[in-house]
Each structure stands twice: as structure tokens, then as C-alpha cells.
């Protein structure tokens, strides 16, 4: 099994709806991140979580909500979707330590 | 904004042939990361630089750091076909709280 799991793998939403992107890890560990990835823009930071407690926006967290269900779950949600917020999300974790970051497969996101 | 920036773009060579990709960043860091990106799927960490360091060596990779100039390189050697990917800096610099800044990659080709 995967170190860190992204569901769905890919998902198409109309303009407007609520979608929710899920992750889990078997990391153990306390640190979680959810990126967004687009085309010549790199990764960029949306929120993340230093335990369960703890929440923090990242670079770009307009229209998007997070919740830290437990230690190993991050969900990202997006309260009303729109158009440019196609992209590919990445949640990941680290040790506190942040000598290396595990990242899930992505979650291909399409709003039409 | 983001942190690291990676030269070149995109870098097409032939097989056996050597790749280098550099990285520059804007302040003063704890450690910086390497990441590669096979099209579309997670990110996996391939090294890490200290900021006390210089050079490090893993397999065919060689990273080096210059905290005067801020910047990084990494050299992958020998290159294969297999090698094609977008590979990423990524750094922990001041005003991250923490987290890790992604450039925008360099896409490798690596022709056969």
C-alpha cells in the first residue's frame, strides 16, 4: 500500500459544487500539506497542518477549507468550485524533521 | 511567492550524456531539496543538501550548494532514457514557517 493515498485520482465537477479531495498516510506522521500543481507554475501551497490541532493557510488558500480529521487524515475541500481551480492536487506529509516529504499520486481536478 | 527557481525550463540531451539543472533561492535557508516528478504522478525526494555543506553525492546525482550566490545545482550523470521527468528544488527558507517552497521544475528529455 501507498505511504500516502489521494481520493479520487481524478474527478470532473460543474462550476459551483462542493467537492472534497481526501488523503490519508501510514507515515505516522504529524506534518500535512495539500498543494496545487498547474502547468509552468510549479507546486504552490494551499494549507497545511502540523498536527491535529493545528491548521495554517498556505500561499494560496482563497476558496479553498481543509480539515484534519485525525492524525492521518488531511481532506481539502472546495466549498463552490469554479473553472480555475482545474488542477492537479497533491497532498503530503512529513516528519518534523522535514528531511523528506511524501507526496500522494495527485487528484486530477477538472471544474467545467 | 515561491522561493526556488530552476534553470533551465527544459533540457533535452541525448543518452550517456550528462544533465545539469541549477536552482536559485532568496533567503537564507536550513536545507534544500531535490524532488523529481515522472509526468503527472507524485513527487518523490531524490536528495538533500544541509545548509552547512557543500557537495553530496547519491548515485549518479551530485548536488551542490553555494549559500553565498543562494543558488543549487544538481548533475545527474551517465543519463538514461529512464531519467525523463521534471525535476524540483525545494527549500525551507525564511518565511516558510517551516515549510517547503517548490520552484517550477525543469523538465528533463532524455533521448535514447
Known amino acids: ?112 | 511567492s515561491q522561493q526556488g527557481e530552476e534553470d533551465p525550463q527544459a533540457l533535452s540531451i541525448q543518452e550517456g550524456e550528462n544533465a545539469t539543472m541549477n536552482c536559485s533561492y532568496k533567503t537564507s535557508i536550513n536545507n534544500l531539496q531535490w524532488y523529481r516528478q515522472n509526468s503527472g504522478r507524485g513527487l518523490v525526494h531524490l536528495i538533500l543538501i544541509r545548509s552547512n555543506e557543500r557537495e553530496k553525492h547519491s548515485g549518479r546525482l551530485r548536488v551542490t550548494l553555494d549559500t553565498s550566490k543562494k543558488s543549487s545545482s544538481l548533475l545527474i550523470t551517465a543519463s538514461r532514457a529512464a531519467d525523463t521527468a521534471s525535476y524540483f528544488c525545494a527549500t525551507d527558507g525564511r518565511g516558510s514557517q517551516g515549510n517547503l517552497i517548490f520552484g517550477k521544475g525543469t523538465k528533463l528529455s532524455v533521448k535514447p
Open chain 1, 1 to 112: 500500500d501507498a505511504d500516502v493515498t489521494q481520493t479520487p485520482r481524478n474527478r470532473i465537477t460543474k462550476t459551483g459544487k462542493r467537492i472534497m479531495l481526501e488523503c490519508s498516510q501510514t507515515k505516522g506522521h504529524d506534518r500535512m500539506y495539500w498543494y496545487r500543481q498547474d502547468p509552468g507554475l510549479g507546486l504552490r501551497l494551499i494549507y497545511y497542518s502540523f498536527d491535529v490541532k493545528d491548521i495554517n493557510k498556505g500561499e494560496i488558500s482563497d476558496g479553498y477549507s481543509v480539515s484534519r480529521q485525525a492524525q492521518a487524515k488531511f481532506s481539502l475541500s472546495l466549498e463552490s468550485a469554479i473553472p480555475n481551480q482545474t488542477a492537479l492536487y497533491f497532498c503530503a506529509t512529513s516528519d518534523q524533521s522535514f528531511s523528506e516529504a511524501f507526496f500522494g499520486q495527485g487528484t486530477r481536478l477538472t471544474v467545467v
